[in-house]
């Protein structure tokens, strides 16, 4: 994870997909096989709490339903939500920063 306004990406471990999504090697990204309606959902557990939000991306573009943006310190974040996608779609999943941490940093 960055603290300086970039995003983190996984990777991640822990994953249950369907045979038609396929993960990068450095298991960041997951694109999706064939179009249709998919079940997206994420636990993230820190060892401490921390400022910071969490967030989905589709194909780039940051999912609403999949932002989780605290006004206090958390250290456990969970999150789901039903989307429509696009054959080739990619998914990824990030902790940003909040800018009251940055500019503490």
Known sequence: MYCYGRAGNGPYNDQNLSADITVNAANTVFTIGPAGRYYISYQINLTAGLLVSSRVLISGTAFTSSIIAPVASLANFNN?????????????LQLRCLRAVRERL
Do not use: C, D, E, K
């Open 80 to 92: 789901s939500f039903i989307v429509s996608l696009t054959a080739g779609s990619t998914i990824q």
